[in-house]
């Protein structure tokens, strides 16, 4: 079986937490990820042998999409939870389904089931001993934001302070393992009927990492922990991060000062002018540069709901479930990475190890770099310029899907630092994309 | 002496008490009666006055809880505003809650109870009259409030719906999972499945649908000439 049969996700979070080793089995050796994946192209693995395909074949082919997403999607629904949630995670972030089951999927984001009084009630009873509305002076029964397996409310402190309540669907910590288990059922059965799904090995290798990444992204004390650490080290005064309340939090209630400020889609509602796009991209990629090269953590969940913008021209950043300490010394080949010379991105591939390492530059630049050339050429458009303006930022480039096969034998050991670097650099530039801006890209990556 | 009416309360939950103390420890059948009274302070013979069986003990522990679940329920803030399936909900889980503790002595005493055929008889219902009546008052809620349709039979309804929750506390003492999220996840599935059978009115449709098959087959069966009745009639000249 070639390598395409497997490739690992940005989620080997607590794997790489610890610092452990990196995998090394056949099939995590030749795993791929996130923007990775889309740099050689498995994007469109689902797609495979489909090039060649008329018009209304494709239109058919993509009605047969929606209907096998809508399966999906009924049978992730009657599980409800985690189930859903694993269903959100395969199609938004590794971007391995066909384009139609994603929109089933996403679809499915706002409908999930959200907690109810009675729910809320027995999570408070079960940590605190106490009904939200014993322990807070008041307490907000409609949630106002969603989060990974639950949802957040309003609610005020007894001193007074107004807070964010991030409350856990209930038994949902205990019952990933089982859940999993059971999407890992059903995608199997439809992937067996269908040959729009990736291979099974794939969707196999892809459920391990995401049940991974639950199991840290369900653990609010850790998360608490996080975010103080971000608190602390934080050196830019416009960029707020919110504080815990750890009296009130527990590991399936986490308390935070409710930050102020609108999610990226309402502030673009209300028109906002150049100047403020500008401003709050340099921000936020100055934000960016700082994690990586002052701070050596990624915040690295880029959903957008994560950065408020506020009207004291600062940003709010949220939700630290998911971060990653890098590597010494890996943001400094990031600045050999994102340029368009063959040879420094042949240096960089060969020293995060993410090319087989008996791969000579020759080969490499006839046959592999042709291959990621276009997304290289996206990627690294804004530092070609000491100032970039996002309005000019094509959308991400995803078709080279030929000669599949071929590069991805050429990729050896997946650094889990670039995953997380690929994932947050992609939410990044997207999100500036949408913004328009216009910032100054120069001297933000950096090789000291 | 004259004993209040709130001492004969509190001296029974204390027969109660130390009966499923004993009984966790020592199993149902190897505590007595007499030990029981032992324990709990009281004289061999006052026991009788309260429960004249140790199978009464095992129902009035049910009973309390029962009660104990309900008057919890009374001290939530804005439970009237709740919606039936939120109710539910908390009765469920405040149910369990109280089992939680005893959850050994349940589990033996549950099946002895539930599957027993005095369970089919008269002596259970002080148990479940407690929670009938609580479901029936939920359901007049939801009924009044049009947040399900009415339809025939629904006086059965409080029924089913408390053989729902014992069936849902036989799952739990089954249940082995971490924090108990199998019947979590029982729990949620079969509430949503319950709320959408009675918020859809399918319950209404079926009723018609059958009745309409029931008055077509009457018409059939009573036909003169090739009915049903006159097979019968036929079958019986013939003998």
């Not at chain 1, 109810?116 to 307490?139: C, D, M």
């Not at chain 1, 995401?210 to 608490?224: H, I």
């Amino acid at each position: 079986m070639d390598l395409c049969g497997k490739f690992l996700t940005s989620a080997s979070v607590g794997k790489l937490m610890n610092d452990k080793k990196i995998p090394t089995s056949k099939w995590q050796r030749g795993a791929i990820t996130g923007m990775t994946t889309a740099r050689i192209g498995l994007k469109h693995l689902g797609h495979l042998g489909s090039t060649a395909l008329s018009r209304e074949k494709v239109q058919k082919q993509a009605l047969h999409e929606a209907e096998i997403g809508k399966i999906l999607i009924n049978a992730f629904m009657q599980l409800r939870g985690t189930a859903l949630k694993v269903a959100q995670m395969m199609s938004m972030e590794l971007d391995m389904l066909p384009d139609a089951i994603r929109r089933e999927l996403a679809k499915a984001c706002s409908q999930v089931t959200p907690l109810n009084r009675a729910h809320i009630r027995k999570v408070f009873l079960n940590e605190f001993g106490q009904a939200p509305e014993q322990v807070f002076k008041s307490f907000e029964a409609d949630a106002f934001a969603a989060a990974s397996l639950g949802q957040v409310h309003r609610a005020v402190l007894k001193s007074g302070e107004i807070v964010a309540v991030k409350i856990q669907y209930p038994g949902i910590a205990a019952s990933i393992r089982n859940d999993v288990q059971l999407v890992r059922g059903i995608m199997k059965t439809v992937s067996k009927g269908t040959s729009y799904l990736p291979d099974w090995e794939i969707i196999d290798s892809v459920l391990n990492d995401v049940q991974a990444q639950l199991e840290q992204e369900v653990n609010y004390v850790q998360e608490a922990a996080n975010t103080d650490w971000f608190r602390q080290k934080n050196q830019m005064p416009s960029i707020h991060i919110p504080l815990v309340y750890e009296d009130y939090s527990s590991e399936k209630i986490l308390v935070t000062q409710l930050m102020p400020g609108k999610h990226i889609d309402a502030w673009l509602e209300d028109e906002p002018e150049q100047e403020a796009r500008n401003h709050y991209g340099q921000l936020l990629m100055n934000m960016f540069s700082h994690h990586l090269y002052d701070l050596g953590v990624l915040h690295a969940d880029p959903h957008p709901g994560n950065f408020l913008f506020n009207p004291e021209q600062g940003i709010s950043l949220l939700d630290f479930g998911c971060i990653q300490k890098l590597k010494p010394g890996f943001p400094q080949t990031l600045v050999k990475l994102c340029t368009r010379d063959p040879e420094k991105i042949f240096y960089a591939y060969q020293t995060q190890g993410i090319i087989r390492q008996d791969l000579s530059f020759e080969e490499f630049e006839h046959g592999f770099f042709p291959l990621i050339e276009p997304i290289q050429n996206w990627m690294s458009m804004p530092f070609q310029t000491a100032e970039f303006d996002f309005a000019l930022l094509p959308p991400m480039p995803q078709k080279h899907t030929q000669n599949m096969k071929y590069a991805v034998k050429q990729v050896g050991e997946v650094r889990q630092d670039q995953v997380f670097f690929d994932r947050s650099f992609l939410g990044l530039l997207s999100l500036l994309r949408r913004m328009k801006a216009k910032i100054v890209t120069q001297g933000l990556l950096r090789d000291n | 002496m004259k004993i209040s009416k709130q001492d004969k309360a509190q001296t029974r939950r204390k027969i109660v008490k130390t009966a499923v103390e004993l009984m966790s420890e020592k199993g149902f059948n190897t505590v007595s009666m007499r030990s029981i009274a032992r324990s709990a302070e009281i004289g061999d013979a006052t026991i009788y006055k309260y429960f004249p069986s140790k199978e009464k003990i095992l129902i009035a522990y049910y009973e309390i809880c029962a009660e104990d679940t309900v008057a919890s329920l009374a001290t939530i803030d804005g439970f009237s505003e709740y919606e039936l399936h939120e109710k539910l909900q908390v009765l469920l889980d405040t149910y369990l809650g109280l089992l939680l503790p005893d959850r050994e002595f349940v589990s033996e005493s549950f099946q002895l109870i539930f599957q027993s055929p005095m369970f089919l008889f008269g002596d259970v219902n002080p148990l479940r009259q407690q929670l009938l009546n609580t479901l029936g008052e939920f359901l007049d809620d939801a009924w009044e409030k049009e947040e399900i349709p009415e339809f025939p039979f629904q006086n059965v309804l409080p029924d089913i719906l408390c053989e729902y929750l014992i069936g849902v506390v036989y799952f739990w003492i089954k249940d082995e999972s971490e924090e108990f999220h199998e019947t979590t996840q029982l729990i949620d599935l079969s509430l949503g499945l319950i709320m959408s059978l009675l918020k859809s009115g399918i319950i209404n449709r079926t009723t018609d649908f059958f009745g309409f098959m029931l008055k077509s087959q009457m018409f059939r069966i009573l036909n003169p000439d090739n009915g049903f009745m006159r097979q019968i009639l036929n079958f019986s000249q013939r003998r």
